[in-house]
């Protein structure tokens, strides 16, 4: 149709409307209109005879929805009607059951040799060609673990109760800090031994303040348990108070950390669960309380290089633990100094008593890691030499009133060598 329009308009432009291809064009165009409606008629007239048909087939299907809906109305009501009755027959049912039971029960009084038969043959069983049970090979590997197992515990349980577990070896244990510790038991020994004479040099006098912690001077002789700067005692103290978080510094050095390492011992004596934690970046402590040195400790935590597992280890002569100073690099691990408190925190709600030996530190360095309920220890060998009177002074500017001495004096010696144990 479009292309006659498009031929008819064309033609126009030269020829008159009465032009006889003008006229047959038109014609053409004519019959295509006619046939246009006459296939439009057709299939509106198809499209109303199936609009039709989908009408008859709806009303069908509501018809047998509305009949389906009373048949369901109607097998309810059978539905229930039909529960009823099997109830009926389940009473029924066991109130026979009763009466046979009570029959046959007197028919068996009555007649010895009665005996109701109550069997019936299903089909006949075939002989296997192999035994289903017992399956040797399952259970003779059952058995092998099993007692395998079992001799292992027996011999772990025995092993642990029998107190062979940690057995001190002969000799000392080399290592390369051992020449360290040569000279620093040397020098304990010499401050032990020396004397002051009449020519010596006079020791500063302790001011005021460093005089309110330092009010008794050191014994010259052994003092008992009874001691108020003894570790027994200063351990009774601590249990008695309920202090749950310590800190140890020792102004003279390395020469305190046996007390302090005696005083976790004797908490762990008393029955508590204390553990120690060797700040004094010398490893001054934990060098006395394990076997193994060096082990993975607090810096290998602070640079997240171990896990809490990896760095608490058990004392080699009591129940504590000790978490020594590791093996990571220093100045990684106080980038990570912030996560110290958080650590402590940890351990004192996991254990008794957590005891921090800071060494020689000052009481600067103590405010990270104190708090109100933290107990402030100072270690000493000699109570009037100036170290310790410094120290004393220092705490007490800072604010450090309530500050506990412990000498060690009940300890053997102010360093006792490292001992070489091995785990049997």
């Given amino acids: 149709q479009i292309q006659l329009n498009a031929q008819i308009a064309d033609l126009s432009t030269t020829l008159l409307p009465g032009h006889p291809r003008i006229k047959a064009l038109r014609s053409q165009l004519g019959d295509l209109s006619v046939q246009i409606r006459s296939q439009a008629r057709n299939v509106l007239d198809s499209l109303r005879n199936q609009a039709a048909t989908e009408r008859n087939r709806e009303a069908e299907l509501i018809a047998d929805v509305n009949s389906l809906k ?214 001054a402590s934990s060098q006395h309380m394990v076997a193994d040195y060096p082990l993975p400790g607090i810096t290998d935590l602070l640079a997240s290089q171990a896990n809490y597992s990896d760095v608490i280890h058990a004392d080699a002569a009591s129940y504590a633990h000790v978490i020594p100073t590791g093996n990571a690099d220093a100045e990684v691990a106080m980038r990570a100094a912030d996560r110290l408190p958080i650590i402590i925190d940890a351990l004192a709600s996991a254990y008794d008593m957590v005891v921090v030996d800071c060494g020689a530190t000052s009481a600067a360095g103590l405010k990270r890691l104190s708090t109100v309920d933290t107990e402030v220890i100072m270690a000493m060998v000699e109570p009037d030499s100036g170290q310790a009177i410094r120290a004393a002074e220092d705490l007490i500017v800072s604010g450090y009133t309530d500050v506990l001495i412990m000498t060690g004096d009940d300890m053997p010696s102010p360093i006792s060598p490292k001992p070489d144990l091995r785990f049997a």
Avoid: W
């Fill in 70 to 283: 009373a048949a369901s109305s109607d097998a309810n009501t059978n539905l229930v009607e039909l529960r009823a009755l099997e109830r009926v027959a389940a009473s029924q049912r066991g109130l026979l059951e009763s009466y046979l039971i009570r029959f046959r029960e007197a028919r068996s009084r009555d007649e010895t040799e009665y005996a109701p038969p109550n069997a019936r043959v299903i089909s006949t069983a075939t002989v296997p060609t192999s035994p289903s049970f017992p399956k040797m090979g399952p259970i003779l590997s059952a058995t092998f673990v099993g007692a395998l197992l079992l001799m292992i515990l027996v011999t772990l349980l025995r092993e642990l109760f029998s107190g062979r577990a940690i057995v001190p070896a002969k000799g000392q244990l080399q290592s390369p800090d051992h020449l360290v510790d040569t000279q620093r038991k040397a020098k304990a020994n010499s401050a032990y031994e020396t004397k002051p004479t009449a020519s010596a040099p006079a020791r500063p006098e302790p001011s005021s303040a460093a005089s309110a912690i330092l009010n008794a001077p050191k014994p010259t002789t052994v003092p008992s348990a009874n001691d108020n700067f003894s570790v027994a005692a200063l351990s009774r103290q601590l249990i008695d108070r309920g202090s749950k978080r310590a800190i140890v510094i020792s102004p003279e050095g390395d020469i305190g950390s046996i007390c302090t390492v005696g005083l976790v011992r004797a908490m762990a004596d008393e029955g508590l669960r204390p553990v120690l934690v060797d700040l004094t970046g010398t490893a």
